[in-house]
């Protein structure tokens, strides 16, 4: 089923509205997410931003359909996802989302050429050879061409974070969800990550939603939401 108001914003591709979440159980139970309502569009970059534990990371492991909703509702591409089966999930994942977290999460012991290549084989849509040559020209694209054949492990903490971005982007995502992608790097690699997310999102009409404690990026982005005790502000 898809929303009315889904159809009406023709350019939100990712969009969940009165999201509810609680974690933990019995005394610990904490509402987490208080009816959270969210739209991501094409071409626009997003900061969502508030002190830690508001909620932010959970919505966006929602978004990312790593979680389920207690509650609500979460549209991608005009499917409903929220409420549907895990192979269901799982394909729409690999074909409209590409993730990109904190910590990088590379096979350290693979070369930044096979990491980035992981999710295409992954999707199976492509043949050996046009996921290698999508995977250089990704590698090019975020500085590392060079580097390709170099095993993760021998990549500085900047390079592996751009390996991660350039994995994110492996099967043409139509929406990046970034979880403090700059939060271990120094200022010139942030600045690096954060103008390159940016460029994709305007150069492809990619929608990313960034989860940053950094005031500086925030600022910079198209929108930007605040949340407070599981809500937006």
């Not at 549209?75 to 977290?101: C, I, K, N, Q, S």
């Not at 590379?106 to 930044?112: R, V």
């Not at 404690?213 to 930007?224: M, Q, S, Y």
Request: charged share 25%.
């Amino acid at each position: 089923m898809t929303s009315p108001t889904a159809l009406a914003d023709r350019s939100a591709v990712l969009r969940c509205e009165n999201l509810h979440r609680h974690l933990g159980a019995s005394e610990a139970r904490a509402h987490v997410l208080r009816g959270v309502s969210f739209a991501a569009r094409r071409g626009e970059v997003c900061a969502i931003v508030g002190p830690s534990g508001c909620g932010k990371s959970t919505l966006l492991y929602q978004l990312g359909l790593l979680d389920r909703p207690d509650g609500g509702e979460i549209w991608l591409d005009g499917a409903a996802l929220g409420g549907a089966d895990d192979e269901a999930r799982t394909a729409a994942r690999g074909r409209h989302l590409g993730f990109v977290f904190q910590f990088h999460y590379l096979l350290l012991e693979f070369s930044a050429l096979e990491n980035v290549m992981l999710p295409m084989r992954k999707l199976g849509r492509l043949t050996p050879a046009a996921m290698e040559a999508r995977a250089r020209e990704l590698l090019a694209a975020v500085g590392l061409a060079d580097k390709a054949a170099r095993p993760a492990a021998h990549l500085s903490g900047g390079e592996q974070q751009r390996v991660a971005v350039a994995r994110a982007l492996a099967n043409e995502p139509a929406v990046i969800l970034a979880d403090e992608p700059t939060g271990n790097l120094d200022a010139a690699n942030s600045e690096a990550v954060f103008a390159l997310l940016c460029r994709l999102a305007r150069e492809h009409r990619q929608a990313v939603v960034m989860v940053t404690h950094n005031p500086e990026l925030a600022a910079r982005c198209d929108v930007t939401r605040p949340m407070r005790d599981g809500r937006f502000v």
